[in-house]
């Protein structure tokens, strides 16, 4: 196996470290924490220098790590505005990536992904959401939560019941995509507030009160969207799993320039035994779980995904991601919690949760090795 990234995103990682220094400011990154405000000038900044280049799935996986590293929240903030962009590119027809997914991959609209329900989140099959046909058009009814880009977005891809599955364990059936968008009648979103971690991203409730869809806004098949969803998954995870490194870096670097100053502190230059203990327990977990997220991407990239490798990366990295930011704060006490490492703390916790909480991805692997035993 080669680990040696391509030159391509070798200067990926360049360009993104060049774009942090230049635009990311602990000042910006602080304010848009404490008043839950999307960065929107950082993020026009980052289209017009076409920081997220779609060229290439890499140069996307490695500006996120090195984003993430800088400041989580802004990071995810850059990054976030073409979430669900893959599911046109997979499923979608001309028309739809021509009005829908260009202008997102240009910079020029943000969209969002409309999956998750109050009593529906790991359990993807249960939504309540519906899209009934009338005519020339689908009528929805329901609601959505905990949607990023939720007040922000042009259109969302909206995954809703169209016709009753055929029994009670086959609930996957019958669930279908719809782009919806924001400026249409009956639809509404509030913003939510208090969250506990990336704060400067939007996140929203959706709420649908018989919003008339066309019936060319349908992506792909009727009653195949549960299918695309789970593959966009598979796609976004290898993603969630780079932010997870990139937060895990970033930690790991403050603590080490924690210990340097400790060193001088103390007038020997040396860094005491603990701290050097922690830095090699974060450093070699970030290593295997950089090792795991390339691997996964690799096959993923190469448009032959692993699920098991795909979910052994996800929960990994954001364990570690929650990990490494608890072991630097432990570690630099007062002067931990007084900087932005307290940030990074409550930013990773949201990784072991959305794409897949990680007793999800736990339960998959379980499930697909079991299976790969079975010879099924």
């Not at 995810?76 to 021509?98: H, R």
């Not at 086959?170 to 968008?181: Q, T």
């Not at 570690?331 to 703390?345: C, P, V, W």
């Not at 930013?347 to 959305?354: F, N, Q, R, V, Y």
Request: proline share 3%; charged share 25%; aromatic share 10%.
């Amino acid at each position: 196996m080669d680990f040696e990234l391509d030159e391509d995103a070798k200067q990926a990682m360049v360009k993104a470290q060049e774009f942090v220094k230049n635009y990311f400011t602990e000042e910006l990154a602080a304010k848009s924490d404490a008043k839950e405000e999307f960065p929107w000038d950082l993020v026009n900044a980052s289209r017009k220098e076409k920081i997220i280049d779609f060229s290439s799935p890499w140069k996307v996986l490695v500006t996120i790590e090195e984003l993430c590293r800088k400041d989580p929240g802004l990071g995810i903030s850059v990054t976030i505005s073409a979430f669900g962009a893959e599911i046109f590119m997979l499923f979608g027809n001309d028309y739809q990536k021509e009005k829908y997914m260009n202008p997102v991959l240009g910079g020029k609209a943000t969209m969002g992904l409309g999956v998750t329900e109050a009593g529906g989140g790991s359990d993807v099959a249960n939504i309540k959401t519906e899209a009934r046909r009338d005519g020339d058009n689908f009528i929805l009814n329901g609601g959505k939560m905990f949607i990023s880009n939720g007040q922000i977005s042009d259109y969302f891809l909206v995954l809703a019941r169209t016709s009753p599955p055929p029994s009670p364990d086959k609930k996957h059936r019958g669930l279908s995509v719809f782009v919806v968008e924001s400026k249409l009648p009956g639809f509404k979103s509030n913003k939510l507030h208090g969250k506990l971690g990336v704060r400067a991203t939007n996140t929203a409730e959706l709420i649908f009160d018989n919003v008339k869809v066309p019936k060319e806004n349908l992506v792909g098949e009727e009653g195949k969207g549960f299918y695309y969803i789970m593959t966009f998954f598979n796609i976004s995870r290898i993603y969630v799993a780079a932010q997870g490194l990139g937060i895990a870096q970033g930690a790991l670097d403050r603590l080490i320039n924690y210990s340097r100053e400790m060193g001088k502190v103390n007038g020997d230059g040396e860094i005491i035994e603990e701290l050097q203990v922690a830095i090699a327990e974060i450093a070699t977990r970030l290593e295997a779980a950089r090792n795991l997220t390339y691997k996964a991407a690799s096959f993923l990239f190469k448009f032959n995904p692993n699920p098991v490798i795909t979910s052994m990366a996800k929960y990994y990295a954001a364990e570690t991601a929650v990990y490494a930011t608890q072991k630097a704060l432990e570690m630099t006490s007062l002067a931990g919690i007084t900087s932005d490492l307290e940030r990074f703390y409550r930013d990773a916790k949201i990784l072991e949760i959305w794409e897949g909480a990680s007793e999800i991805e736990k339960l998959i692997i379980t499930r697909m090795i079991l299976k790969e035993q079975r010879g099924n």
